[in-house]
C-alpha cells in the first residue's frame, strides 16, 4: 500500500495534499491501518517538500455548506453522495464523494 500512495503521489505531483485527520474508531486495525496511511502521505509531502494540510470530518464539512448537517453516521454519507451529485453532476460512492469534497 505504502508503494502504490508513494506511485500516485510521485505521477501527479501535487503541490499540496490535504487528508482527513483520522478519528478514533472503535476498531484497533482500522485505526492503525488509517494511522498508517496518514503517516505515509504526511512523510511523503515531507521528503518531497509538498505542503500538506489535515482537516477533521467536521472542518471540511463546514467549507462545503454553513447548513444544518446529519449527525449520524449513515446521515452524513448520504449528504456527502448528495452533496457531490449536486455540485459537480457526479454519483458516486460516500468514500469517493468525500475525497472530492475534501479536494
Known sequence: MVSSIYDLINYYSPAIITIETPVVVRNPQVQRSLTMIFGTVYGKC???NIDFQELRPTEWRKLI???????????????????VKDLFELDVNDDVSDAVLIG
Open 46 to 48: 515531507i521528503h518531497d
Open 65 to 83: 455548506d454553513s447548513g444544518k448537517k446529519p449527525r449520524k453516521r449513515e446521515e452524513l454519507k448520504e449528504w456527502s453522495k448528495q452533496r
